[in-house]
């Protein structure tokens, strides 16, 4: 399960699973309830948002630690 908190300003940040490390994000709690992720999808609902912010969205994990578990393989 995905900890959302809200911050003063009302913007949500996610908490991190595995660092428990959090990453704000650019959206309103408003939003984000108003976001329903089996009818539309997260780049359609959130375009502002960067694909490794979108994933935080979608995993809960921060993008250090997607990188770490999930590491570029070089191309030959």
């Known amino acids: 399960m995905i900890e ?41 609902a959130f375009p502002q948002l960067t694909p490794g912010q979108r994933e935080v969205l979608l995993s809960g994990l921060c993008e250090e630690c997607w990188n770490q578990i999930f590491p570029e393989e070089d191309e030959e």
């Open 4 to 44: 959302y908190c809200v911050n003063d300003k009302g913007n949500v940040g996610v908490h991190c699973p595995r660092c428990l490390a959090v990453t704000g994000l650019p959206i309103t709690e408003e939003e984000l309830l108003a976001w329903n992720p089996s009818e539309q999808y997260v780049q359609d």
